[in-house]
């Protein structure tokens, strides 16, 4: 598990070497954390307190065959107006045209829930025909049954999309998060083989 690639420009990603599964959300929903939780490594993904610090997609390879994708988050990054919508399009570009992309992990604060862009990148994703979960993160910051309680909320807005609930700071929901690149991961190849 390192790091493979960083690309800010359409012809700057890397050749595909198999199934890759992107995170997306905004710029301060924890993404690098969650990141980091998911390699078993505390600082593999940078994380700062400066929201934005993600200015291209970046590539992790788990194993020779499978890649996790760090997108740009949204929302707060304090960037120039050009900036963010090369940003968009590179993004857009990538979630729409790129073959190996297997599945999205939408990330959103479970405090807030989702707000417009977190909808509207899921309505994007349907459109473009790739698969998508809700990661609810920093659910160590509210109890047990309010958290219960926004997988609900979430559930009863968005009907069948999968949430997953997690936390950085104590490992929660991981487990079962990787189950669920796993099954997108063995779809995509139509086998048996782990990525782990």
């Known amino acids: 598990m390192e790091f493979a690639a960083e690309a800010n420009s ?25 990141i980091n939780s998911l390699l078993g490594r505390r600082r593999l993904a940078r994380t700062s307190r400066t929201p934005g610090c993600t200015r291209g997609l970046i590539f992790y390879a788990i194993n020779e065959r499978l890649r996790l994708v760090d997108l740009p988050g949204f929302g707060y990054a304090k960037r120039s107006r050009g900036e963010r919508a090369e940003w968009k399009k590179l993004v857009e570009g990538y979630l729409s045209d790129r073959e190996e992309l297997v599945a999205v992990l939408i990330l959103i604060d479970v ?14 994703l349907d ?45 929660a929901g991981v487990k079962e998060l990787w189950a669920c690149i ?11 083989e782990q990525p782990r």
């Open 111 to 124: 405090r807030r829930g989702p707000q417009t862009e977190e909808v509207e990148l899921g309505a994007f």
């Open 10 to 34: 359409a012809a700057a990603l890397p050749a595909a070497v198999g199934p890759e599964v992107a995170v997306a959300g905004r710029s301060n929903v924890g993404k690098s954390s969650l």
């Open 127 to 171: 459109e473009a025909g790739v698969p998508w979960v809700w990661v609810l993160t920093k659910c160590d910051k509210l109890s047990r049954a309010k958290t219960q309680t926004a997988i609900r909320e979430i559930s009863a807005q968005t009907g069948d999309v999968p949430v997953y609930a997690t936390s950085s700071n104590t490992g």
């Open 182 to 192: 796993d099954e997108a991961w063995q779809t995509a190849l139509g086998s048996e």
